[in-house]
């Protein structure tokens, strides 16, 4: 779902339609109507890349990419970098556009207070945020964002800035309340089921695809979770139909479309994270009733654990998305979803779960055993672990 938040509230005032709001800001830049700072934030990559790919098409030309386009990484960057590159006038075209990704300065700070044995610790950094500004105390001012705060307020009419962020953000902080002040920022959460079919029809429709409910049901519930794989989904069926008013049937989606196992594991995993146990259950023989075998379900949960304890260990550090999919050696659009899944999940469980598969794999290459019920007595003893 995309949010977009204006200055006048701290907090938002409820969901908004996603799709009337990304379509209003698409249609925003297809008139040339720009915004001079932009935040995009959250876990739908799917949605902040669309409008990205948006305003690139719409404010860089081909040729003068090289003199008017600046990526930045924010957490290579500082504020007073990005705050030069947006004072910068355009070379060649009309707007120069500076796009910064991973940016950390409108992220919440917690109170903490260091203490040595229950009394304050004077010789350690203490830091504080203020409940009614947002704004925190010694921070550190080769990483204090007060530059770009100061640019925010009068920003450079020939630039854009447009800023990601992965994380949640901190509309309290004064930072964030002057963007959307003389810009705009949009939350792009993952969409419910609901919000997924409301999208999925207006993208199907967009290609000339008529899908019927029993079809669009079943890419709902075995086409994943990811807005990517998603529209890769509807791209091939655009392509079956080259690109002609077609009504798409169920049986040509069970054809062309085929279950997704990978996207269905993350499934049985949120289950198992949130200790629903049945519906972790529920969604194994989903898969085995479709044909999938249990032999290979269980390699793909052997595999699953595997990366999420390597990600176990890389939690906290700064790693973009790509350096993430690298080092779990992943597709680097699943990447964050294996590191929030180690986020749920202890060393202790992760561990104790794989020896518990070992145990079933000498099982299975044994011959003891029926795999079927192995790999449900094998989920519910990963669900019920404390």
């Given amino acids: ?4 938040t204006s200055n006048r509230s701290k907090k938002s ?16 830049i297809e008139q040339r109507q720009f915004r001079a700072a932009y935040l995009f934030y959250g876990s739908e990559r799917y949605l902040i890349d669309e409008m990205v790919s948006a305003l690139r098409k719409a404010l860089v030309d081909q040729e003068a990419s090289g003199f008017d386009y600046d990526l930045l990484d924010g957490e290579n960057s500082t504020p ?23 940016v950390p300065w409108f992220r919440g700070i917690k109170k903490t207070k260091a203490t040595r044995g229950g009394v304050p610790d004077p010789l350690t950094e203490t830091t504080e945020i203020d409940e009614q500004t947002g704004e925190t105390e010694n921070e550190d001012t080769a990483l204090s964002p007060d530059l770009l705060l100061e640019y925010l307020k009068k920003p450079n009419p020939s630039t854009v800035v447009v800023m990601l962020a992965h994380d949640e953000v901190d509309r ?20 419910n089921d609901r919000e997924r079919r409301i999208w999925m029809k207006r993208k199907a429709s967009a290609m000339g695809l008529d899908i019927e409910p029993a079809a669009l049901d079943y890419l709902i519930a075995f086409g994943g979770k990811s807005l990517y794989g998603l529209a890769n989904e509807l791209e091939k069926l655009s392509l079956f139909f080259n690109q002609e008013q077609a009504r798409v049937s169920v049986e040509t989606v069970q054809v062309l479309c085929p279950r997704n196992v990978e996207e269905r594991i993350f499934d049985i995993m949120q289950a198992v994270t949130e200790k629903q146990t049945g519906l972790a259950l529920s969604r194994i023989r989903e898969l085995t009733r479709s044909g999938i075998q249990p032999q290979r379900i269980f390699y793909l ?33 699943i990447a964050s979803k294996y590191l929030r899944e180690a986020r749920e999940l202890s060393e202790i469980k992760l561990v104790k779960g794989l020896k518990w598969m070992l145990e079933m794999d000498v099982a299975l290459k044994t011959g003891q055993g029926n795999p079927e019920i192995g790999l449900e007595v094998l989920i519910a003893q990963i669900s019920l672990e404390k």
């Fill in 1 to 4: 779902m995309v949010r977009p």
């Fill in 13 to 28: 005032s409820g969901p908004i339609n996603n799709e009337l709001s990304s379509l209003q800001l698409l249609q925003e």
């Fill in 80 to 102: 007073s970098i990005v705050v030069n590159c947006a004072n910068t006038p355009p070379w060649l075209l009309e707007r120069r556009l500076v796009l910064v990704k991973n």
């Fill in 172 to 191: 309290r902080r004064k930072l964030f309340r002057t963007l959307t002040a003389n810009g705009i920022a949009i939350e792009c959460r993952e969409m």
């Fill in 301 to 333: 949960l052997v595999r699953h654990f595997r990366i999420m304890l390597k990600a176990k260990g890389l939690i906290g550090q700064s790693y973009t998305d790509q350096e993430l999919a690298s080092l779990l050696q992943v597709d680097y659009r």
